[in-house]
């Protein structure tokens, strides 16, 4: 996604064209750049995550940025992390793009983690799948400087904005009111995981409030 004002408005004037094809009406919505972040537990119990879309859906972690039933949103670019905190609720640590063996110190963590990589994400809206395979391995990035076990070791190298973000092209809409599933699967469930370590599912865009009747 380009961050020039032109290259804003553009994304903003496809994502009014995109609501209404949908059949939302913009007129009084609010439109306004924003973003979700959508997370899972990593766990060895399977090979498929699926990621809640919806506030007060399930359990939700304190980091997550969840859709409202009455909001829209049109997914202008998308990337997968990991996130590996001190505990479920800590907000002490980075988003990273790669598993560093000195994150994921677990015996084998880091190895099975790499298998997050060979898999694809989905999306299904109300039973009809709109995206069938966007491959994780565009979101992977071993950074040139990389954290080690040394004193005063310095950080994984990683932007926040363009290192590891695609643009959708065509752009995504996940309307609150609709039933919006997206899923994660892997050829194999990991062997091994670090504890309190979450898939993080990041999409930036255009969030359009109170566009959708709550039926």
């Known amino acids: 996604m380009s961050v020039t004002t032109p290259g804003q408005r553009l994304i903003f004037g496809n994502a009014k064209r995109m ?3 949908q059949g939302l009406s913009v007129k009084d919505a609010v439109l306004t750049q924003s973003y979700l972040r959508l997370e899972v537990a990593a766990s060895t119990s399977n090979n498929q995550w699926t990621f ?3 506030q007060n859906q399930a359990t939700q972690f304190n980091t997550e940025q969840r859709l ?3 909001d829209s949103f049109v997914v202008g670019e998308c990337g997968v992390f990991w996130y590996v905190p001190s505990s479920s609720t800590a907000t002490n640590a980075p988003l990273i793009s790669w598993p560093n063996p000195n994150t994921f110190s677990t015996a084998n963590a880091a190895t099975s983690a790499n298998g997050l990589y060979h898999s694809f994400l989905k999306l299904e809206v109300n039973k009809k799948v709109v995206v069938p395979a966007w491959d994780v391995w ?4 071993a950074n040139q400087t990389q954290l080690t ?3 005063n070791s310095p950080v994984d190298q990683l932007s926040g904005r363009d290192d590891v973000f695609y643009a959708t092209e065509p752009n995504w809409v996940v309307i609150g009111s609709r039933n919006s599933i997206f899923t994660i699967t892997m050829p194999n469930a990991f062997t091994a995981i670090q504890a309190n370590s979450r898939i993080v599912l990041y999409m930036r865009g255009v969030l359009a409030q109170n566009s959708t009747s709550v039926q």
Not at 138 to 141: D, E, F, I, M, N
């Open 52 to 54: 809640n879309v919806i």
């Open 149 to 151: 076990a040394a004193t």
């Open 68 to 70: 409202t039933l009455q």
């Open 19 to 21: 609501l209404v094809s």
């Open 138 to 141: 565009r979101s992977y990035a």
